[in-house]
């Protein structure tokens, strides 16, 4: 069997997901390469020559991204923190800006004993499980609304129990529903949420828009309905001194911290950017 360059079989697979539109063509096709032949992709160098059914297998997954499959469905997980989740159809794909949200939380809470941590919208469960994983001592709770991105929630849960995580505790319930968590009430350090928050008819990648569950995705009220029930339950749930971070749309920079503001006993209400520099999250702590 003659073996084959695989320098080439990443370059063949960059310029095909560049040409269906995918915008990180080298790092998708070297990202499904290491997933191939399951190794760190910083280890990719160091193979020159692979056997032609690696090369075929690389086409295969490349051939689905070109058709707009999420990166993450063809590799079968999703990192957060420093743990990946299990994801696939009815969930969202956790993003990797929103580990910037978790960044932030963990340094709040840096010096704080047995935190207690709600992570509202938790979807895959992904902000919830790296929290837990980074804080074994915190008491970490979870809510999403959505009986398919609570069954992917307990999966992640379970395996991350597997490899001796501090258990967290999973709930179904409405960020609009006053009695979720009740008895929480005061005694929060900690409250992450990335929640939807897409005004509805925003037009969205082929990803998004096929992919993503559309409840996940948009909110009504410009995108800000489900944000402001999260901000109201977080301002009830947060213990004085906790703190709340919360992500939103990058139209959102003028609309989003107002809500915040609004409550009087919220302080240190800041707005965040993303990597790319965008308005992407915003932070505020209860006195
Ligand atoms: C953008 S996804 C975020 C998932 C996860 N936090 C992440 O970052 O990958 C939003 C999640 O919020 C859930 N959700 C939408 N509306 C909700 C509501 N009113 N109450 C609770 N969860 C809700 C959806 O089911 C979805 O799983």
Do not use: K
């Not at 190794?39 to 058709?67: K, M, S």
């Not at 993450?72 to 997980?77: D, N, R, T, V």
């Not at 959505?146 to 991350?160: E, K, S, V, Y």
């Amino acid at each position: 069997m003659r073996r084959l360059a695989l320098r080439l079989a990443i370059l063949e697979a960059t310029r095909t997901l560049e040409q269906a539109g995918v915008e990180s063509a080298r790092t998708d096709a070297e990202l499904i390469a290491a997933h191939v032949l399951d190794v760190e992709r910083g280890r990719l160098p160091l193979i020159p020559l692979v056997d032609p059914p690696v090369v075929e297998a690389i086409r295969d997954l490349v051939a689905r991204r070109a058709r707009r499959v999420p990166l993450q469905y063809l590799l079968g997980h999703a990192a957060m923190g420093g743990i990946t989740v299990e994801v696939g159809a009815g969930v969202f794909v956790p993003r990797p800006e929103t580990e910037l949200l978790l960044d932030w939380g963990l340094r709040l809470i840096a010096e704080r004993r047995y935190p207690v941590v709600v992570d509202l919208c938790t979807g895959s469960g992904a902000l919830a499980l790296a929290a837990a994983h980074a804080r074994p001592d915190a008491v970490v709770y979870a809510l999403d609304n959505d009986p398919d991105a609570l069954g992917w929630a307990r999966h992640n849960a379970d395996a991350r129990v597997r490899e001796g995580d501090t258990p967290i505790r999973l709930y179904s319930g409405d960020v609009a529903d006053p009695s979720v968590f009740a008895e929480l009430d005061g005694l929060v350090d900690l409250v992450l949420c990335n929640p939807p928050y897409v005004p509805e008819g925003t037009a969205v990648p082929p990803e998004v828009a096929e992919f993503d569950p559309p409840a996940a995705v948009f909110a009504a009220g410009g995108g800000l309905d489900v944000i402001r029930d999260v901000v109201a339950m977080a301002t009830r749930l947060l213990r004085p001194g906790g703190g709340m971070a919360i992500e939103h749309d990058d139209t959102h920079a003028r609309t989003v911290p107002p809500l915040l503001l609004a409550r009087s006993v919220l302080t240190d209400v800041t707005e965040h950017t993303d990597l790319a520099g965008r308005p992407r999250f915003v932070t505020a702590r209860r006195v």
